[in-house]
């Protein structure tokens, strides 16, 4: 098991581009979710998925954001027409809630830098 | 609703000496509580957890956390700090059954003094 990756690292853009972000979970971790840090902040909750359906959204994801995940494994979250404030670290998590250990595992995160 | 305050953005300690990391939350529901540490363009690590089996949580490197009901807190103490230990730390809720979203809390910056 090599844990939840996410790709890319980093992603530099210019405002008004639209950029997407991958995230492989844990395997046969059901639920995955999105989180968004921003400088000097604490993690916050943007949107999980149980399998392929998209369970809860937060107010934060605007409509700009879209998230999937298409056939319950790897998810994708993308940004369309980015602003300045959509410059953060974007943190993919899985747990599998129905075993002994329901724990959510980060992943290294995609840092994004929008010009 | 549920949310986590962490009084003291930035805590310094000498190496050796103990560590304390305060952490209150408000939970309407019997809460699940968690430390994770996040090293330098890192994702975050789970240092230990809270599920209502014991008051005491002994997590890795040497961390533990006490949950204390009354006080609404969940502290995280280690006896002596190493240089190993500087990161940032955050204290996160969830509830009723642990495994829906986390809210965090806004993190403490640890130093470690040599």
């Known amino acids: 098991d090599t844990g939840v990756s996410q790709d890319p690292r980093h992603k530099i853009t210019k405002r008004g581009q639209n950029v997407t972000f991958r995230c492989d979970p844990i395997?046969?971790?059901?639920?995955l979710y999105w989180y968004r840090q921003t400088l000097g902040q604490g993690p916050e909750f943007l949107t999980y998925f149980q399998n392929e359906a998209q369970l809860e959204k937060s107010r934060l994801l605007s409509d700009r954001f879209s998230a999937e995940r298409p056939k319950g494994s790897f998810s994708t979250l993308e940004i369309q027409r980015t602003e300045q404030g959509d410059s953060a670290m974007y943190l993919c998590a899985s747990s599998f809630p129905g075993g002994t250990d329901n724990t959510q595992y980060f992943g290294p995160g995609t840092r994004l830098t929008v010009l | 609703a549920q949310s986590v305050t962490q009084l003291g953005s930035h805590v310094s300690v000498s190496e050796g000496a103990l560590v304390l990391l305060r952490c209150n939350y408000s939970s309407s529901v019997p809460p699940y509580l968690f430390w994770y540490v996040q090293y330098p363009n890192q994702g975050l690590q789970l240092l230990l957890k809270y599920t209502s089996a014991a008051t005491l949580v002994k997590g890795i490197n040497g961390f533990e956390a006490e949950f204390k009901k009354s006080e609404t807190s969940f502290h995280l103490t280690k006896p002596s700090a190493h240089m190993s230990d500087a990161a940032e730390y955050f204290c996160a809720v969830s509830g009723p059954f642990g495994n829906e979203k986390l809210t965090f809390g806004t993190g403490t910056r640890l130093t470690i003094i040599p």
């Open positions: 395997s046969e971790h059901n639920r």
